[in-house]
């Protein structure tokens, strides 16, 4: 919706909806250009609401016909105001019958019902059931749908809605009809519909309670070879689910339908999970290993939402994470027991973290900072960030951590005892938490309600006569916009003593043995602890497995770093020993960049890349997790005026060091790691492709020619897609000579699969070498389009946002293209727009002079008249 002035949603003013839905009945007679919704609901007034207006909301549709009670209504009967329809004075019960128009082949915003390589599609999170027809278009709306579908047969074979099958067959005039019904209760934005020529593989397979369900992966003609993955992801979801939480599926089918047009990853509407086909489609020949990883994660995700979104939902938007959060958090979890190893665990959990601080810790320090459960804002879809899902998600694991495994199973089987078929708040999965575990959790409350990242500062002392350590604790978190002060939050703190010989010490406090890890909880301002019984001083081990999503303080010296890096038995804060040795020494180099001063890499960094490399003892998944750098857009976090130029010259000024001093170990280690036979993408060949390829990085960036001979030669030789795009980028980003042939060569090759064809363009966009005028020219591209997401995302997403040193040049070029790009976007789909527009977010923290160009690109886009809500809050909010 497109607004002189946007409204502000506060979460205090909410109030229940005036009247309740108990069913809804819509019949499609579908048309790419003008589709007719009928639409029958019968409704009741709520007892919880004093107000007696009906209010349905409709975005972008045309209202034909409204009777309620079987009387047409005129214009002086209903009110339309804007979006919103109100009907006054309406009796107890109600039928309503309201038919609409709607031009799905226009609805370039990919919200309500829209087409797709001629097929229709659904897309109604958050608010685009209102794009349909005129509805109670809120989540606490909860009612059971039928659903008629029409349409042409020839040119829409398969049609598909939530639920199961009830009725299907001919009409007189060349179409024919499907009736869906959905036994449960669901929220209008779990409404989906399908209507398209499409193909399926389909499998039989029976439940722990001995039904059968029928699963179907719905795909275009020609993208049958590469849904096996999916299909087995699917399965393994709805295994783990009935045996880690003894949740099962309740319906007799359930469906996925991969579409190439989606705003988002994929959405879990019940029974009829629609996916961006990136999730979907995956064979060695076009997916990487990432890939087939998200496609095991994201299929996993939309399964569990079917309890943790659809049993059990919103009362309200502002309470997003209550199903996002945790089924994140419950994705996670999947993720981790498929691997199936404590180290290939650990290397999923320093995934998280890399994300947590990548992107979720700069939100949480920027202009759109919001606690995970928002008390306000202008446009729902501008809350679908990395606050609500990973943060939230950490807050989930945080009552793990302090319950257990067991007292979180007793958490969420009380949660769904009390609550299936509701739509809740927050609390009341805080409450059954505590409650089923017999716990005060009020204090962890403040997660949900305070914004910004902790920042825990750590002391230690030890008492050589005592034989003691005391380990100080302080929390303070910094102020975010609407929220200077902030209340101590109840942070679970894992710790570990390491003794000088790299082992354990076993913990003991008041008396009371503790293991080698155990987990303090801090809820004061500053808590001290005390350890006894401990021979030696011990080097700290604080965080472990990254307890809480905080920003820890301790004064590490290098020797403390490089002890943890070598013998810590967490695989995380081992890792994070690295990172911070890693980070040092990035800064440094930065800083003498910007003053002109020549670069020097110490020999002990070296050495303990070196050390780990050459461990065979640790996995090689967490040896390329270990040796990858902090990224160029980490490190701006960490300098208080960033110069993108100079972040980037140290960087690679270490990349080529490390490819250099370490080349026979980078070569032996490129050679230990091949995977020969048929490609598998099982976790140990996952981690040994990882590891060689991070060499073969290294080695390309060096200064000798023979790391890019190694590149162009796997590249030729590749039989998978990991090793081809891995070899592919490494010439892209050493600035090979060899780079454009093997790029038309690529792009040769996989003109039709679309997927491969983002890969490209994302390559180039992110490479150092790809200015802003070689960005316009790939937009002249025949293949590129902005109307599709996915490739908005690859080339100009990836340029705006992950090719820092060239989208900064000093001109502002790169700021004007973005002002550009996104009122082009906007136009076109406001929730992408509002996406390419949170590049901006942290432009204060840059020197002055690129600040002004910043400044002035964001307000070009904030002065524009006709602006959405989505992006105009995400601008308004970064210039004030």
């Known amino acids: 919706m497109r607004t002189d002035t946007p409204l502000t949603i506060y979460r205090k003013d909410y109030t ?25 609901l019968t409704m009741r007034r709520n007892p919880a609401s004093a107000q007696r207006e009906i209010e349905l909301y409709g975005e972008d549709i045309e209202l034909v016909a409204l009777r309620l009670n079987g009387k047409a209504l005129g214009k002086r009967e209903y009110r339309l105001d804007g979006n919103l329809l109100r009907i006054p004075n309406a009796p107890e019960e109600v039928t309503l019958e309201i038919e609409t128009l709607c031009a799905p082949e226009k609805n370039t915003a990919l919200s309500g019902l829209y087409v797709s390589n001629g097929n229709f599609i659904t897309q109604c999170e958050a608010e685009g059931f209102r794009r349909i027809t005129f509805f109670p278009d809120r989540p606490d709306v909860m009612a059971k749908y039928t659903v008629m579908l029409r349409a042409d047969k020839e040119r829409y074979p398969v049609l598909l809605s939530n639920g199961n099958l009830v009725d299907e ?10 009736k869906w019904e959905d036994p449960f209760l669901k929220p209008s934005y779990l409404f989906a519909l399908v209507a398209a020529k499409l193909v399926c593989q389909e499998e039989k397979f029976k439940l722990a309670d001995g039904r059968e369900a029928l699963l179907q992966v719905w795909v275009e003609e020609g993208n049958l070879d590469k849904t096996d993955y999916a299909m087995q992801s699917l399965k393994k979801s709805i295994r783990w689910d009935e045996e880690r939480f003894g949740l099962e599926l309740d319906l007799d089918r359930f469906m996925i339908v991969a579409t190439g047009d989606f705003n988002m990853g994929a959405m879990e509407n019940k029974g009829l999970n ?3 086909t990136k999730y979907v489609l995956a064979n060695p020949r076009v997916a990487t290993d990432i890939d087939f990883q998200g496609i095991e994660a994201v299929v996993g995700h939309e399964y569990f939402h079917n309890w943790t979104g659809n049993r059990v939902t919103c009362r309200d938007w502002f309470q997003l ?9 419950r994705d996670q979890e999947f993720s981790g027991d498929m691997i199936g190893t404590s180290t290939g665990r650990a290397v999923n959990r320093i995934d998280q973290v890399r994300t947590l601080r990548a992107a979720q810790f700069p939100e949480d320090a920027g202009p759109m900072a919001h606690p995970v459960r928002p008390d306000s804002f202008v446009e729902i879809n501008n809350f679908y960030t990395v606050t609500v899902y990973e943060k939230g998600a950490e807050v989930v694991r945080m009552y793990q951590t302090l319950l257990g495994r067991e007292g979180f199973r007793k958490g969420m089987d009380l949660y769904f005892e009390r609550h299936d078929g509701q739509a809740v708040e927050c609390d009341d999965f805080r409450r059954a938490m505590a409650d089923a575990n017999d716990r005060n959790l009020d204090q962890f409350e403040r997660w949900y309600s305070q914004a910004g990242t902790p920042v825990v500062r750590a002391q230690m002392r030890y008492d050589e006569q005592q034989h003691a350590v005391e380990l100080t604790l302080s929390q303070s978190c910094p102020a975010t916009p609407g929220q200077p002060e902030k209340l101590p939050f109840h942070i679970p703190v894992a710790v570990g003593l390491v003794g000088r010989d790299g082992r354990d010490i076993p913990l003991v406090i008041d008396d009371q043995e503790r293991g080698t890890t155990t987990v303090l909880e801090l809820t004061g301002a500053e808590q001290t602890f005390r350890f006894t019984s401990v021979p030696q001083q011990p080097v700290p ?22 002890h943890l890096f070598s013998h810590d038995s967490d695989p995380v804060n081992r890792w994070e020993a690295g990172q911070r040795l890693a980070m040092e020494r990035l800064l440094r180099l930065t800083e003498d960049v910007t003053a002109g001063s020549r670069l020097q890499l110490d020999d002990t960094f070296i050495e303990a890349m070196r050390k780990v490399l050459t461990d065979e003892s640790l996995g090689p998944a967490f040896r390329e997790q270990a040796l990858l750098l902090p990224t160029e857009s980490m490190i701006a976090e960490q300098t208080d005026v960033v110069h993108p130029l100079s972040i980037h010259m140290a960087r690679q000024f270490v990349r080529s060091s490390i490819g250099n001093r370490l080349r026979a170990e980078l070569l032996a280690a490129y050679d230990a790691n091949q995977t020969p036979g048929q490609y598998s993408p099982d976790a140990e060949s996952i981690g040994k492709r990882a590891l060689k390829n991070l060499a073969l990085g290294y080695l390309a960036a060096a200064s000798d020619d023979e790391g890019i001979a190694l590149a162009e030669r796997q590249f030729d030789e590749a039989d998978n897609m990991t090793d081809r795009a891995a070899a592919l980028g490494a010439l892209v980003h050493a600035r090979a000579p060899a780079a454009q042939r093997a790029l038309q060569g690529f792009y040769d090759e996989f003109e039709k699969e679309a997927l491969v064809v983002d890969k490209w363009f ?32 690859s080339l100009v997403f990836n340029f705006c946002m992950a090719n820092p040193v060239q989208f900064h040049v000093p ?11 996104v009122m082009a976007l906007d136009a076109l789909n406001p929730q992408v727009a509002a996406r390419l527009a949170r590049a901006m977010d942290r432009w204060r923290r840059y020197a002055p002079a690129l600040q002004a ?11 524009l008249k006709k602006l959405s809500n989505d992006v105009r809050e995400v601008v308004s909010k970064a210039l004030a």
């Open 16 to 40: 229940a909806p005036s009247y309740l839905v108990d069913t809804v009945e819509l019949g499609f007679d579908l048309d790419p250009a003008r589709t007719i919704v009928a639409n029958r």
């Open 169 to 178: 067959g001919m009409l007189p005039d060349g179409r024919h009809y499907a």
């Open 274 to 276: 629609i996916f961006n």
């Open 321 to 329: 994470s209550l199903k996002e959060g945790l089924t994140v958090f």
């Open 541 to 562: 081990s604080i965080l472990r497995d990254f307890s809480a999503p905080v920003v820890l303080e301790y004064d590490y010296s290098d020797e403390d770093l490089l």
């Open 762 to 793: 994302a390559m180039q966009a992110s490479s150092p070498s790809t200015d802003v005028a070689a960005v316009r020219e790939l937009m002249k591209h025949p293949a590129f389009t902005m109307k599709n997401p996915n490739r908005a995302r």
């Open 811 to 821: 001109d502002g070029s790169g700021y004007a293209f973005w002002a550009e790009q």
């Open 853 to 863: 160009h910043m400044k002035q690109a964001l307000k070009q886009v904030n002065g």
